[in-house]
C-alpha cells in the first residue's frame, strides 16, 4: 500500500517555542492531506485539511494562528505548532488520499509524531 | 449526524474466539466504511472497508458486516489471536461535501489473552 511518512516522531520542546511537523506521501501524489489529533486513550480528531496549493481549511474550535499547515507540493504537508504550551502535547497524526482515489475514500496514515511540551 | 458511535470500549477475547465490534451511524450521506487498527505509539492502518452496496465483506480473519436499514456496521475477527491486541476503529465518510474526510468511532481496545 502507498506509504505516508511523518517526522519527526518524537519530539520534546520548551514552552513558547515552535515546532514543525512533516508528512510526506512517498510513492504517490497527495492532492489532500489531513492532521489529526489524539490524546490517550482517545480517538483521532480531525484539526484541518490541506489541498496542495491552497489554505488550508480548519476544523471549528481548532486555532489557525496556532496550528500552521503547509501544503506546498503534492508530496509534503507540514503543521507548525507555534508558540507551544503543555497543553499542546499531544499525538499529531496526518493522513494522505491519492490522486485518483477521490472516489473510493481511501486514505493513508503516517505513524503519528508525539510531541511534549515541557 | 456526523457522528459514529463505536461499541463496546473494551474487549477481552481468549485466544480462537470471535471478537465484534459495532458503530452505528446517522448520517444517510456516508458511502464508505473503514475499519481502523492502531498499535501504541503507531498510526492507524486501514484493516477493511465496506461500501454500502453489499452486506458483507471478508479478508481472512476479519469481516464487514453491514446493514444500511439500521444504519450498523460491525467488525467480527475470527479466531482471534494475542497479536491482534490493539485498538480498532470504524469510520465513516460520504457525501458531497466530505471528500474524504473521515469521521471516527471512539475506539475499542481489543485485548486477545493467549
Known amino acids: 500500500g502507498a506509504v505516508v511518512s511523518q517526522h519527526p516522531s518524537r519530539v520534546i520542546c520548551k514552552s513558547g517555542t515552535s515546532v514543525k511537523i512533516e508528512c510526506r506521501s512517498l510513492d504517490f501524489q497527495a492532492t489532500t492531506m489531513f492532521w489529526y489529533r489524539q490524546f490517550p486513550k482517545q480517538s483521532l480528531m480531525l484539526m484541518a485539511t490541506s489541498n496542495e496549493g491552497s489554505k488550508a481549511t480548519y476544523e471549528q474550535g481548532v486555532e489557525k494562528d496556532k496550528f500552521l499547515i503547509n501544503h506546498a507540493s503534492l508530496t509534503l504537508s507540514t503543521l507548525t505548532v507555534t508558540s507551544a504550551h503543555p497543553e499542546d502535547s499531544s499525538f499529531y497524526i496526518c493522513s494522505a488520499r491519492a490522486a485518483g482515489l477521490a472516489v473510493t475514500g481511501e486514505l493513508f496514515f503516517g505513524e503519528g509524531s508525539r510531541l511534549t511540551v515541557l | 449526524q456526523q457522528q459514529v458511535k463505536q461499541s463496546p470500549q473494551s474487549l477481552i477475547v481468549q485466544k480462537g474466539g470471535i471478537s465484534i465490534i459495532n458503530c452505528a451511524y446517522e448520517n444517510t450521506a456516508f458511502d464508505y466504511f473503514p475499519w481502523y487498527q492502531q498499535f501504541p505509539g503507531k498510526g492507524p492502518a486501514l484493516l477493511i472497508a465496506i461500501r454500502p452496496d453489499v452486506s458483507e ?30 485498538t480498532y476503529f470504524c469510520a465513516a465518510s460520504g457525501g458531497e461535501t466530505s471528500g474524504s474526510r473521515l469521521t471516527f468511532g471512539e475506539g475499542t481496545q481489543l485485548t486477545v489473552n493467549p
Not at chain 2, 471478508?58 to 446493514?67: L, M
Not at chain 2, 450498523?72 to 479466531?79: A, E, G, K, N, V
Open chain 2, 57 to 86: 465483506k471478508k479478508e481472512g480473519r476479519f469481516t464487514i458486516s453491514f446493514n444500511k436499514s439500521a444504519k450498523q456496521f460491525s467488525l467480527h475477527i475470527m479466531d482471534s489471536q494475542p497479536g491482534d491486541s490493539a
